[in-house]
Nanobody
Protein backbone atom coordinates (compact mmCIF):
# COMPACT_ATOMS: atom_id res chain seq x y z
CA UNK A 1 0.00 0.00 0.00
CA UNK A 2 1.34 3.39 -1.02
CA UNK A 3 1.00 5.87 1.80
CA UNK A 4 2.53 8.60 3.90
CA UNK A 5 2.41 8.38 7.67
CA UNK A 6 2.94 11.41 9.93
CA UNK A 7 3.99 11.17 13.55
CA UNK A 8 5.36 13.36 16.31
CA UNK A 9 2.39 15.57 17.08
CA UNK A 10 1.12 16.22 20.58
CA UNK A 11 0.46 18.77 23.29
CA UNK A 12 3.21 21.29 23.92
CA UNK A 13 3.43 24.54 25.86
CA UNK A 14 4.00 27.86 24.09
CA UNK A 15 7.69 28.27 23.38
CA UNK A 16 8.21 24.53 23.18
CA UNK A 17 9.40 22.32 20.35
CA UNK A 18 8.22 19.30 18.41
CA UNK A 19 9.62 17.30 15.52
CA UNK A 20 7.18 15.88 13.03
CA UNK A 21 8.08 12.95 10.79
CA UNK A 22 6.62 11.93 7.45
CA UNK A 23 7.49 8.39 6.46
CA UNK A 24 6.70 6.79 3.12
CA UNK A 25 5.49 3.26 2.74
CA UNK A 26 5.39 1.38 -0.55
CA UNK A 27 7.39 3.93 -2.54
CA UNK A 28 10.61 5.89 -2.27
CA UNK A 29 10.50 9.55 -1.32
CA UNK A 30 13.60 10.54 -3.26
CA UNK A 31 11.47 10.99 -6.39
CA UNK A 32 9.14 13.45 -4.70
CA UNK A 33 9.15 16.92 -3.29
CA UNK A 34 7.36 17.09 0.05
CA UNK A 35 5.14 19.81 1.43
CA UNK A 36 3.86 20.14 4.98
CA UNK A 37 0.36 21.62 5.23
CA UNK A 38 -1.68 22.45 8.30
CA UNK A 39 -5.34 23.05 8.96
CA UNK A 40 -6.62 24.76 12.08
CA UNK A 41 -10.26 24.44 13.19
CA UNK A 42 -12.49 26.59 11.05
CA UNK A 43 -9.66 27.61 8.73
CA UNK A 44 -8.49 26.59 5.30
CA UNK A 45 -5.53 24.30 4.82
CA UNK A 46 -2.30 26.23 4.30
CA UNK A 47 1.16 25.28 3.13
CA UNK A 48 3.78 25.54 5.86
CA UNK A 49 7.03 24.31 4.33
CA UNK A 50 8.31 22.34 1.37
CA UNK A 51 11.51 20.62 0.33
CA UNK A 52 12.68 19.48 -3.09
CA UNK A 53 13.42 15.83 -3.87
CA UNK A 54 17.16 16.33 -3.36
CA UNK A 55 16.78 18.64 -0.38
CA UNK A 56 18.64 21.51 -2.01
CA UNK A 57 15.59 23.77 -2.16
CA UNK A 58 13.24 24.68 0.67
CA UNK A 59 10.51 27.24 1.30
CA UNK A 60 8.57 28.42 4.34
CA UNK A 61 5.36 30.23 5.07
CA UNK A 62 6.19 33.68 6.40
CA UNK A 63 4.78 33.09 9.89
CA UNK A 64 7.07 30.07 10.51
CA UNK A 65 10.32 31.39 9.02
CA UNK A 66 13.12 31.22 11.55
CA UNK A 67 11.13 28.82 13.76
CA UNK A 68 10.52 25.75 11.58
CA UNK A 69 13.11 23.73 9.68
CA UNK A 70 12.32 21.11 7.07
CA UNK A 71 14.78 18.34 6.23
CA UNK A 72 14.83 14.92 4.66
CA UNK A 73 16.73 11.68 5.00
CA UNK A 74 16.16 9.76 1.79
CA UNK A 75 18.04 6.77 3.17
CA UNK A 76 15.35 6.53 5.85
CA UNK A 77 12.59 7.47 3.40
CA UNK A 78 11.50 10.19 5.81
CA UNK A 79 10.98 13.95 5.86
CA UNK A 80 11.08 15.95 9.08
CA UNK A 81 9.64 19.25 10.28
CA UNK A 82 11.45 20.62 13.31
CA UNK A 83 9.23 23.19 15.01
CA UNK A 84 10.59 25.51 17.69
CA UNK A 85 9.25 28.54 19.57
CA UNK A 86 5.78 27.20 19.06
CA UNK A 87 2.82 29.55 19.43
CA UNK A 88 -0.85 28.87 20.12
CA UNK A 89 -1.61 29.91 16.53
CA UNK A 90 0.49 26.94 15.33
CA UNK A 91 -2.21 24.64 16.67
CA UNK A 92 -3.53 22.55 13.78
CA UNK A 93 -3.58 19.16 12.17
CA UNK A 94 -0.37 18.84 10.16
CA UNK A 95 -0.28 16.86 6.94
CA UNK A 96 2.55 15.91 4.62
CA UNK A 97 2.02 15.51 0.89
CA UNK A 98 4.22 14.27 -1.94
CA UNK A 99 4.45 15.76 -5.44
CA UNK A 100 6.37 14.14 -8.33
CA UNK A 101 9.98 15.14 -8.92
CA UNK A 102 9.07 17.36 -11.89
CA UNK A 103 6.82 19.48 -9.66
CA UNK A 104 8.52 22.42 -7.99
CA UNK A 105 8.74 22.77 -4.23
CA UNK A 106 5.71 24.91 -3.51
CA UNK A 107 3.37 25.79 -0.64
CA UNK A 108 0.14 25.20 -2.54
CA UNK A 109 -1.92 22.09 -3.16
CA UNK A 110 -0.81 21.46 -6.75
CA UNK A 111 0.27 18.11 -8.19
CA UNK A 112 0.15 16.37 -4.81
CA UNK A 113 0.00 12.65 -5.43
CA UNK A 114 0.03 11.24 -1.88
CA UNK A 115 -1.25 12.59 1.43
CA UNK A 116 -0.80 11.45 4.98
CA UNK A 117 -3.62 11.13 7.50
CA UNK A 118 -2.42 14.04 9.62
CA UNK A 119 -1.02 14.52 13.11
CA UNK A 120 -2.42 16.97 15.67
CA UNK A 121 -0.21 19.68 17.14
CA UNK A 122 -1.77 21.46 20.12
CA UNK A 123 0.13 24.42 21.54
CA UNK A 124 -1.45 25.36 24.83
CA UNK A 125 -0.56 26.20 28.40
Amino acid sequence: QLQLVESGGGLVQPGGSLRLSCAASGFTLDSYSITWFRQAPGKEREGVSCISSTGDSTDYFDSVKGRFTISRDNAKNTVYLQMTSLKPEDTAVYYCAAAPIWSLCRLVNVNMRYWGQGTLVNVSS
